[in-house]
């Protein structure tokens, strides 16, 4: 079965997912970049939103191999309590329901009959994105010195008051630039493989100038098979 999976067969949900992605890394990036510019909650809630992807980046693959009734009286509500946890620990909820959004459509197939090559392209798909989670996660924790701080710098967040505003501690907190660094990448790099996949394609499509000269060609051997059968 997963020999004959086709990953490069978009679905409508393909586009909301990596819309939903494109949004993030622009965000991610922005408050890099130009934190002055946006709430200084917003800075928490995105370090806290990559700590939470921790526990949703299962959801994926959990939903997908378990039978619909187990999903839906026991995975659905373990992730909503993970949810109200994600809520009390951000200070503005605007994001929080924004990624609401991601994760049910990641939970989709819990809720519907798809067949066993769509169920095991999620499962294929929920896999990779849990193993470059890991990857991450351990690459910025060790090269977390080696992260540009941009304007996440410690004087920035000393003026904001930022450590004032912040409900826990840790890396991912004291260093707010490293979850936002790994979130950019977490994001964007799929985003940019979606849209290298979609642009192949279409120029596959228009530029073969083998194309038509293998149709005239396989007609002209038709029609001579054709003319020389009949003559026999």
Not at 128 to 142: G, H, P, R, T
Not at 208 to 232: A, C, H
Request: proline residues 5%.
């Amino acid at each position: 079965m997963f020999a004959n999976l086709n990953f490069t067969k978009n679905s409508p949900f393909s586009f909301i997912e990596y819309g939903f992605q494109a949004y993030y890394a622009t965000v991610f990036l922005m408050v890099w970049l130009h934190p002055e510019q946006h709430p200084v909650s917003l800075i928490n809630d995105l370090a806290v939103l990559m700590a939470f992807e921790f526990i949703m980046v299962h959801s994926g693959v959990f939903m997908a191999v378990m039978p619909k009734k187990l999903s839906f009286f026991v995975f659905f509500p373990m992730y909503g309590l993970f949810a109200l946890a994600f809520n009390h620990s951000v200070i503005n909820t605007n994001i929080f329901y924004i990624y609401l959004l991601t994760v049910l459509n990641r939970m989709r197939f819990a809720f519907s009959d798809v067949g066993p090559e769509v169920r095991a392209l999620q499962i294929g798909k929920s896999v990779s994105k849990a193993m470059f989670y890991f990857f991450l996660i351990f690459a910025v924790a060790f090269g977390n010195a080696l992260i540009p701080k941009f304007g996440l710098t410690e004087d920035f967040l000393e003026k904001s008051n930022y450590f004032d505003s912040v409900k826990s501690s840790g890396l991912f907190i004291d260093k707010p630039y490293v979850p936002i660094c790994m979130g950019f990448i977490y994001y964007s790099l799929p985003v940019l493989y979606f849209i290298y996949r979609i642009i192949k394609k279409i120029g596959n499509r228009n530029n073969d100038p083998f194309q038509e000269e293998k149709l005239i060609f396989s007609r002209t051997i038709y029609n001579q098979k054709f003319k020389s059968d009949i003559k026999q």
